[in-house]
């Protein structure tokens, strides 16, 4: 037997020509009565002995997790790592990894529980990931259950799911950048759960921090006194061991009781091609074994254990779970639909109090994905679908359009969103896709009672500009908005200010945060933020505003219809829905963007847009012109005035006649995402 480091490999030779390969997916020693003998390195030879192998395999696993049962309640801390962008919380996790003996500290890689390849490749924590971790403190073994959270708005709901589970957090935040619009967002969602927070100053080893100013910017924000900020460098690990130690010290354990029925909370799941949907589970109350038949609370289904584990990072098989643990199963559940987020699991015949429900994350954002090449539809199809039951906040729905084809109408919940989904098609299961122009959800009060039964409701919603509802049966649209919050250096006040006039915002309020920051709050449309709003802020800023939205309700608007015309025929597959205030410049851009594309035929084009029965916007596109003169050679000036009027009749002719033909491409390139 040759046992290798990370993970466990054992290899029997149970004769010379024959072999057999058994592997674990930890990373910890081997038992006491092991640890004379360095079993990573040490060649040994067993022939004929799979029992004892085992054995050692069982042991190994349960020198660092001792059976479940054995520790205690008190020894049990769960929390979560909480920031903005792109402030360090996917290297602090990686220091923790290494400083509990979970990963090697020269393993070569790093962000090591984001495990997507966007994720890499951005540099952006896009799923919440855990990990159970045994840390010793003053020679008391502690299991510390640690979830790393996304830091964009986009993924928020991520991080409400997590903290659920949690009964404290880390407040991470960039010593150099300072407090950020999505670290204030995150300290109110943790403050209304009552968790503990444990605020921490990282990057600190950087030649610009100003941990001082910082500390200052946390007291007037959120009342955090000076003695109770950590400052740490989590690249370098300075000061990562005190994190540790006040996560002990400060976050309480979890309140549960292991003598009670089995209850526990699903709070997140993933799809797994062999083993269907796995659950991540917080065991509230008792104990769940292998074997055992559980029950769903909102679905009523019966299930049978068929495994269970914790994340350690890696997927670390045990034969219970219990009360204070987060840990994963998986009982042949076929769909991510049946593993419904905010679940309450509890075995057969022991039904138990239902535990808080999550609110249901609404999409915010919707846009159109159809397949480049129709042939590909059914390919598309099943990556579409195998990635929704990995993301259960992408809604979908199928759509069909005259000029991309059959598609589908899917729902997110921001741009970044979007834009990860799109690049994990192409990545995961190599889909390209035509992304048209996002839009949002609006709603319109219809009037009459033939209407009213038609559309089975006085308040309809749509967000295809195809479904946008005659303004003569409706008596008022709404359009939603968010409450914006912008953190930025003072002095580019007047920029932002002015780009949230120009985005039809609404300021709330204004605080200093210091004498050099300010925060500032404005009520904005949403369609008017999702698609460049932030990269536009982002340049009048110089790169240091920083934005974070949340939900602010449908508010009435004048929306109308856009309506693109080609030759007076309306062209429904480029129509869009606007402010009344917005139609003519909008009008324009498409109308720009058209006469660049189309091809000059043999008849003038006019590309027009129009509200109603009004053209706000035109363009026109001049034909190819044969000279019919140019046989001439002399004669009378009446002669060539007879051609050009035979040519321009048979122009009008062929105006009236002809079919204008725009190639498909020409529909991607306007109504794909800029």
């Known amino acids: 037997m040759r046992v290798c480091p990370s993970p466990l490999r054992i290899i029997v030779n149970s004769s010379l020509n024959c072999s057999k390969e058994f592997s674990t997916k930890t990373c910890h020693s081997f038992p006491s009565r092991c640890e004379g003998r360095n079993w990573a390195n040490t060649p040994v030879l067993l022939r004929g002995r799979p029992s004892l192998i085992k054995i050692l395999i069982k042991r190994r696993l349960s020198d660092k997790f001792p059976p479940t049962f054995e520790i205690p309640v008190e020894n049990i801390r769960n929390f979560s790592i909480i920031a903005h962008v792109d402030h360090g919380k996917s290297t602090l996790a990686d220091r923790l990894l290494e400083m509990a003996g979970a990963i090697d500290k020269n393993c070569g890689r790093s962000q090591v529980l984001d495990k997507l390849q966007v994720e890499r490749e951005r540099g952006i924590t896009v799923k919440a990931q855990s990990a159970s971790l045994i840390y010793n ?82 007291k007037n924000i959120f009342g955090i006194e000076e003695n109770e900020v950590l400052k740490i460098s989590a690249k370098l690990g300075t000061g990562v061991d005190a994190v540790l130690r006040a996560i002990v010290e400060r976050i309480p354990p979890p309140p549960v009781n292991r ?64 009360a204070g643990q987060v840990g994963f199963m998986f009982c042949n559940m076929r769909s991510s639909q049946e593993a419904h987020i905010g679940d309450t699991i509890f075995h057969e015949g022991n039904p138990v109090a239902i535990l808080p429900e999550f609110k249901a994350s609404q999409p915010m954002v919707f846009a159109g994905v159809y397949p480049v090449d129709q042939s590909h539809h059914v390919e598309l199809r099943n990556a579409i679908e195998r990635l929704v039951l990995n993301d259960s906040a992408v809604t979908s729905s199928v759509e069909s359009s005259p000029a991309l084809g059959l598609g589908w109408r899917l729902g997110f919940l921001g741009i970044l969103h979007l834009e990860v989904f799109s690049q994990r098609l192409l990545q995961e299961f190599n889909a390209e896709v035509v992304v048209t122009a996002p839009s949002v959800t609006y709603k319109a009060t219809v009037i009459g009672e033939k209407n009213i039964k038609k559309y089975r409701s006085s308040e309809i919603s749509f967000s295809n500009p195809s479904q946008f509802p005659d303004p003569q049966i409706v008596s008022e649209y709404f359009e939603p908005f968010v409450l914006g919050t912008i953190i930025s250096p003072d002095k580019y006040l007047g920029p932002i200010m002015q780009l949230c006039m120009d985005r039809r915002g609404i300021q709330k309020s204004m605080q200093n945060i210091d004498n050099h920051t300010v925060m500032m709050q404005f009520i904005l449309p949403l369609n008017e933020i999702v698609i460049d709003f932030h990269d536009t802020l982002k340049s009048v800023s110089s790169g240091y ?13 004048k929306l109308v219809k856009l309506v693109i015309l080609l030759n007076g025929i309306p062209v429904d597959e480029l129509s869009a829905v606007v402010h009344s205030s917005k139609a003519s410049i909008v009008g324009h851009k498409i109308c720009a963007k058209l006469k660049e594309l189309i091809p000059r035929q043999m008849v003038l084009i006019a590309i027009q847009a129009a509200v109603g029965g009004k053209i706000v916007a035109r363009e026109t596109l001049k034909p190819y012109r044969k000279d019919v003169t140019a046989k001439l050679y002399g004669g009378d000036v009446t002669r060539r005035k007879k051609l050009l009027k035979q040519q321009a009749e048979g122009k009008k002719k062929m105006r009236m006649l002809a079919n204008i033909n725009v190639p498909k491409d020409i529909f991607i390139d306007v109504l794909k995402r800029n």
Not at 187 to 199: C, D, G, N, Q, S
Not at 259 to 282: E, I, Q, T
Request: some cysteine.
């Open 259 to 322: 003598d009670k029925p089995f209850r526990a909370l699903l709070f997140d799941s993933w799809y797994d091609r062999y083993r269907g949907a796995v659950s991540l589970l917080y065991v509230v109350d008792g104990k769940v074994q292998m074997g055992d038949m559980i029950s769903s609370a909102l679905s009523g289904k019966l299930y049978e254990v068929k495994g269970l584990g914790i994340l350690t990072p890696q997927e670390t098989p045990v034969e219970c779970l219990v």
């Open 137 to 218: 403190v003053d020679g008391t073994d502690y299991m510390l259950n640690l979830i790393d959270t996304p830091g964009h708005v986009d993924f928020s709901n991520e991080v409400s799911r997590s903290l659920s589970a949690c009964q404290g957090v880390i407040l991470l935040v960039d010593a150099n950048q300072g407090v950020q619009a999505q670290t204030v967002a995150n300290f109110y969602m943790a403050f209304t759960k009552e968790l503990v927070i444990i605020p921490v100053l990282n990057k600190i080893d950087l030649k610009n921090a100003n941990p001082e100013a910082i500390t200052d910017q946390l």
């Open 545 to 557: 505003a920083s934005f974070d939205y949340e939900e602010y309700g449908y508010f009435e608007s």
